[in-house]
């Protein structure tokens, strides 16, 4: 499947994209793909290693730890899927749930299981060759098995910051730039483990004198304090993160920094290769915004995908919930926003 069918969305994560995934594969042309990168994260599938057919569906089906972790304490965040069902082959506490399982595969069909095991026959067959070839024949495998050859998209939470990496793997794929208010944003993410996750890693780091967590050893572990070491143990209560007091303008910053980063690097695309949308635009006009992004990413905007899709967005998130704070503790978040905030407004919404 050529890259010019390929779109990938990207965005700081809680800013809408879940139920844009959701409404993009309503539409019977687009094969929509649900948090690929956020799930197969071993790092090698992002260059231009050559990779086996068997290495390869080795970095698709390998558990994701984290993932699993999240499920095994009780935590899963509601972006999962596979979980849900008990029925299905896999399980967080035995097997471990095969990392395109999660939330990939179950977002396509009501049989992960079977579609897992055709996908591996078919992929362990293929041939030596860098990951982007890969990818681009998965795409097309999974696009002529759903007849959805219109248009790819992929779209994972916290995926901003991949855009240079992105391109230059796919450099004819374009990027939607999906966004929220700043405060509302940030907000959201003080309320989701995932998020709530990052600062505490953040913590743990430089407690421990290093400059990533993928450099920290059983022994930073042993000198860490009780309240964090269960995090890297792989067995805690969702508690230790959930209640844990962490200042609403530590995630205002880290919105604003992701979107001052992510701008930055949109900038430097080709023209005509990226756009910007705005989750609460989408929602009091997802008529006329979807179309728009139909015509963008290179299908027709039916109308019975967009009634669909309108009925589909009634019972999308809130918005406006930072207004319910505090005043004080408001102008603090927005005082926090404020960088991110301008990077918007310097790039205003883009002509499609």
Do not use: K
């Not at 050529?2 to 594969?25: H, I, K």
């Not at 248009?151 to 992105?166: D, F, T, Y």
Request: charged content about 20%; overall charge negative; hydrophobic content about 40%.
């Amino acid at each position: 499947m050529p890259n010019e069918q390929l779109t990938f969305v990207v965005g700081t994560g809680r800013c809408g994209s879940t139920a844009l995934s959701a409404v993009v594969n309503l539409h019977p042309g687009i094969l929509s793909l649900n948090e690929l990168f956020a799930s197969v994260v071993d790092p090698v599938v992002l260059t231009e290693e050559p990779l086996s057919g068997p290495e390869f569906w080795g970095c698709l089906a390998r558990p994701n730890p984290v993932s699993d972790s999240l499920v095994r304490n009780g935590a899963p965040p509601p972006e999962f899927l596979y979980n849900r069902h008990p029925e299905w082959r896999h399980s967080a506490a035995t097997t471990g749930i095969p990392a395109i399982s999660m939330m990939v595969l179950p977002h396509l069909t009501d049989d992960p299981d079977g579609l897992l095991d055709d996908l591996e026959r078919e992929i362990r067959a293929w041939p030596t060759r860098p990951a982007p070839l890969h990818w681009q024949a998965f795409f097309a495998t999974l696009a002529e098995r759903f007849g959805t050859t219109g248009a790819v998209v992929e779209r994972s939470g916290l995926s901003l910051g991949r855009v240079g990496q992105l391109h230059a793997l796919f450099p004819q794929a374009r990027f939607v730039h999906l966004h929220r208010d700043g405060p509302d944003c940030a907000l959201s993410m003080s309320r989701h483990i995932a998020f709530r996750m990052l600062p505490m890693l953040a913590e743990i780091t430089e407690h421990c004198g290093v400059d990533s967590p993928h450099e920290l050893t059983p022994e930073h572990f042993a000198r860490l304090p009780p309240d964090l070491a269960p995090l890297l143990t792989g067995s805690y209560d969702p508690t230790l993160i959930m209640d844990r007091p962490i200042p609403l303008p530590v995630f205002g910053a880290m919105w604003s920094r992701w979107i001052v980063d992510g701008v930055r690097n949109l900038e430097e695309l080709p023209a005509g290769t990226h756009t910007a949308l705005s989750y609460e635009q989408l929602l009091d006009r997802p008529r006329e915004e979807l179309t728009r992004l139909a015509g963008f990413i290179g299908v027709e905007a039916r109308p019975d995908w967009l009634d669909a899709a309108v009925r589909l967005l009634d019972g999308a998130g809130r918005r406006g919930s930072a207004l319910r704070l505090d005043p004080v503790d408001l102008e603090a978040l927005r005082e926090s926003c404020a960088e991110g905030a301008a990077a918007l407004e310097g790039t205003a919404r883009r002509q499609w």
